[in-house]
């Protein structure tokens, strides 16, 4: 385990800080004689980088990776499991999960959880669609885009559940922000809009009052970093940011 400090470099408002944190990083797998492959875990504290009391992260790659922020700090309970939406029981006795138990949101969310759905519905679809039961994730989503009723359904599933997770988690920690990443950005409008609309729909309205959605695409926010890192980690993405 190492600890060490940079210098909070503050010129430009701080845009500096992100590619100096990743810089120290990097020279700290020079020191250690290790790469991103071999980290289990990092954390980074930084003043000033996460503005916002509350707030809720939420990444979709492969699965979903999650974090929350409650009065300022990033909270991971007693065994780093605190805010894994990923593992919440959407569907009771639904698909079952690499946990062990059955019906985790990331069964049916995701680049995992669509490619789940899309063999589910080709068994009894019979209409023509142009995906098949090895289409990628971002074929469902292009699919959906050019209005295909089969991918529709399938990003259409994935946005309820979606929501049904988040309007819980929002009911639960009153937000005052939801930061969205990852592969929503490739679906676009057809996941975010019936998203958008299953939420309202199941959330709590006192707790929505305040909530504001952020959709974070790479690179245009350094104040998100900070804290989807741990996310990104677990997702794989980290390799890719270093
Ligand atoms: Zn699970």
């Not at 020279?27 to 954390?43: D, P």
Request: charged share 25%; aromatic share 8%; proline share 3%.
């Amino acid at each position: 385990m190492d600890k060490w400090k940079i210098e909070t470099d503050i010129e430009d408002n701080g845009r500096h800080l992100s590619g100096h944190i990743i810089k120290s990083i990097k020279e700290r797998f020079v020191k250690h004689s290790i790469s991103a492959g071999n980290l289990t875990g990092i954390g980074i504290g930084v003043p000033g980088f996460v503005d916002e009391a509350s707030t809720f992260f939420v990444t979709l790659g492969t699965g979903v990776g999650s974090g929350i922020i409650v009065n300022g700090d990033l909270v991971n309970g007693p065994n780093g499991t605190a805010g894994e939406i990923d593992h919440t029981i959407t569907v009771p006795h639904g698909r079952l999960c690499t946990c062990g138990r059955e019906g985790c949101l990331e069964e049916y969310v995701a680049a995992k959880g669509l490619r789940r759905s899309l063999r589910d519905y080709l068994r009894n679809f019979r209409d023509s669609s142009p995906l098949h039961k090895d289409s990628e994730v971002i074929d469902i989503y292009e699919a959906a885009k050019a209005g295909d009723a089969l991918a529709v359904h399938i990003v259409n599933d994935a946005a309820y559940y979606l929501a049904y997770a988040l309007a819980n988690v929002v009911t639960l920690i009153n937000p005052e922000k939801i930061i969205i990443g990852g592969g929503v950005s490739a679906a676009g409008e057809k996941l975010l809009r019936p998203l958008v609309a299953h939420f309202k729909r199941f959330v709590l309205k006192e707790a929505d009052k305040s909530l504001s959605f952020e959709f974070a695409r790479p690179g245009n926010d350094a104040g998100i970093y900070g804290a989807t890192w741990l996310v990104m980690k677990r997702l794989g993405y980290f390799q890719n940011m270093l």
